[in-house]
């Protein structure tokens, strides 16, 4: 499904300001369909839930905002289905509520005892959607780099789809990605210094431990850069032409697989605790879609020694002044330490995307890309 489908059937000529029922209707779609995931979940948990999350689910919890999903969904559908003349984004959204609470809402009965060792991630998929939508949209909405710029820019269905693409299969990339690190353990760790990292005040291990994640990924980034058969791959990530919180999940899956997987090799050996290893996966998540936002703050402060939305967004410019530039994810010092830092005093790209060359529309196409190249 493209762009042009849902604008075919959700699209009119009325304005999308605050008040024309535009903003309470897409809301009340999002929420619907949150709800119906949520209740569709409780279902069937054996096969849409990560068994690792399952034990950690605060169910009374995950119950009430189930159940505040659906009441939003019915509530804003039916203040968007007033409103607009084309009442048919509204009444989605009342028609996904009104299914979600069919089937069961938020009192739905969980079977008693899940065994399954197997889950697509559905919850996972859930839930970070539900946080990152809800954390990064506003902000995009209220301080904007480029006001004109929608939600439903250009290509979002594309980016979307990468988001789920990447997120239902979690059970099996996390172990494809686990896998190298699995290996080097067994084959190069050493006991004494796994214990002595290991042993460090959680307030010391974080930290060092994304100072030495953003290393190894700053080499590793550079080497899609540097190596032809590498490109391909991560020219995908590049093909963006407009930065949002969504643009960051386009990523070949090749690309995903090799960055994480080398970056878990040193994290692995070095001995950080679990608990580490968990706060960095959830840090970089979200530093990772807050680069790529369309935030316009400058945070002059901060911009010396930490990657902010104009600093990566100077990685993805189509500029010629600015290739191969800004490899670093979290951390500025590291691009000043190899030569590539490029940080234009005031001033914001004007253009993103490839420089002499093109990447075909859609994610299946952009897919096997690398492939017909190689």
Same mark, same amino acid.
């Given at each position: ?22 903003? $309470?209707?897409?809301?009340?779609? !999002?929420?619907?369909? %949150?709800?119906?995931?949520? +209740?569709? @979940? &409780?279902? =069937? ?70 065994? $399954?060792?197997?889950?697509?991630? !559905?919850?996972?998929? %859930?839930?970070?959607?539900? +946080?990152? @939508? &809800?954390? =990064? ?238």
């Amino acid at each position: 499904m493209s762009d042009a489908f849902f604008n075919k059937l959700f699209g009119d000529s009325q304005a999308t300001d605050l008040g024309t029922g535009w903003v $309470s209707g897409t809301a009340s779609v !999002f929420f619907g369909l %949150l709800g119906l995931g949520g +209740v569709i @979940t &409780l279902h =069937f948990p054996g096969f849409l839930t990560l068994p690792e999350a399952r034990e950690f689910y605060p169910i009374d919890i995950i119950r009430m905002i189930i159940q505040g999903t659906v009441a939003a969904a019915l509530v804003l559908g039916a203040i968007s289905a007033i409103l607009r003349e084309r009442k048919v984004l509204g009444l989605t959204g009342v028609a996904l509520g009104l299914a979600a609470a069919l089937f069961g809402g938020a009192s739905t009965a969980l079977p008693e005892e899940v065994t $399954s060792k197997v889950g697509i991630g !559905f919850d996972w998929f %859930l839930l970070d959607l539900m +946080v990152m @939508t &809800l954390v =990064f949209v506003p902000l995009e909405r209220l301080w904007p780099r480029h006001p004109e710029q929608s939600t439903f820019r250009p290509e979002w269905t594309t980016d979307t789809f990468y988001f789920v693409a990447t997120h239902l299969p979690a059970q099996l990339t996390t172990f494809a990605i686990l896998l190298p690190a699995t290996f080097a353990s067994k084959w190069f760790a050493i006991p004494a210094l796994m214990e002595t990292v290991g042993g460090l005040p959680f307030i010391v291990q974080f930290p060092l431990a994304i100072v030495m994640a953003d290393l190894f990924q700053y080499g590793i980034h550079r080497a899609f850069h540097q190596f032809s058969f590498l490109w391909p791959f991560h020219a995908v990530h590049h093909s963006i032409k407009t930065m949002d919180w969504i643009a960051g999940s386009r990523s070949h899956f090749v690309d995903i697989l090799i960055t994480r997987g080398l970056i878990l090799i040193p994290m692995t050996l070095l001995g950080f605790s679990q608990g580490v290893m968990a706060g960095y996966l959830v840090f970089v998540a979200f530093h990772a879609t807050f680069s790529h936002t369309d935030f316009r703050p400058r945070t002059r402060w901060l911009e010396p020694y930490f990657v902010t939305c104009r600093y990566h967004h100077w990685h993805h410019a189509a500029d010629p002044d600015a290739i191969d530039v800004n490899f670093a994810i979290h951390f500025p010092f590291i691009d000043r330490l190899f030569g590539t830092y490029h940080l234009p005093e005031d001033a914001w790209p004007e253009r993103y995307g490839l420089i002499g060359s093109s990447m075909p529309p859609g994610f299946f196409r952009q897919f096997v890309f690398p492939f017909k190249r190689g």
